[in-house]
């Protein structure tokens, strides 16, 4: 190698991960997809308004419960374990059958319908036993997160590359943790408004929840 490079025959493509740029490149690149490309822009939005919308209401469900329905947490403790259970339940035994039945952009759309009914279920709940029956859905709508995880991930590193899909989960556990800053003190805000004397109104948080999932319905069929 000396004795080359005194001749000058020695170029830089012959020295030892001197191509180690252009991959660095190329893998930054791929990094980058999901901010630069507009059809990765897209589910990254998607994602975001989505989580918005599931993170803040749920941040503020024992509220309401408790100004809707007088509850208590001791009373509140059954109706959580329902929603652990139906989450357990959707992503461990219906994500796979539903996918093949109707698609992975299928069973976005219906994890988000699903969304807009229990908001709907909430808004409408006369009692609590209502209440009881809505939350055994809830985990249904809950099956468009790894869903789009999953599929952002495919579109960005489609080889699996182990590098490549840690960046990826990395980005949207940010992604998470900014909705998770934003959408609990919305909601929060939305809520403490509309418990204003003269215009109480409790299901506010469900009517907002409506309007962000009826909006990325509209995305997702974009």
């Not at 959580?80 to 759309?109: D, F, H, Y």
């Not at 997160?145 to 590098?163: E, F, H, K, R, Y």
Request: include cysteine; glycine fraction near 8%.
């Amino acid at each position: 190698l000396l004795e080359e490079t005194r001749q000058g025959k020695t170029t830089r493509e012959g020295l030892p991960g001197a191509r180690q740029p252009t991959s660095v490149r190329f893998k930054m690149q791929g990094v980058l997809k999901p901010f630069v490309d507009p059809s990765y822009r897209f589910i990254m939005l998607l994602v975001f308004i989505a989580d918005i919308a599931d993170g803040g209401v749920g941040s503020i469900w024992f509220l309401f419960l408790k100004e809707r329905f007088g509850m208590d947490m001791a009373s509140m403790s059954p109706l959580s374990a329902v929603s652990t259970l139906s989450n357990i339940v959707s992503q461990a035994l219906l994500v796979g059958p539903l996918e093949r039945a109707l698609g992975l952009r299928g069973v976005v759309l219906f994890s988000f319908f699903v969304n807009l009914c229990t908001c709907v279920g909430n808004i409408l709940a006369p009692s609590v036993p209502w209440i009881y029956f809505v939350t055994a859905f809830c985990g249904l709508g809950t099956i468009w997160s790894p869903i789009l995880s999953a599929l952002l991930t495919n579109m960005v590193s489609p080889d699996g590359a182990d590098g490549d899909v840690g960046l990826i989960i990395s980005i949207l556990q940010s992604v998470f943790a900014i909705t998770a800053l934003l959408g609990p003190p919305l909601f929060k805000i939305v809520f403490a408004v509309f418990l204003q004397p003269g215009h109480i109104f409790v299901d506010a948080i469900w009517v907002l929840k409506f309007l962000l999932m009826t909006m990325s319905i509209a995305l997702s069929l974009h």
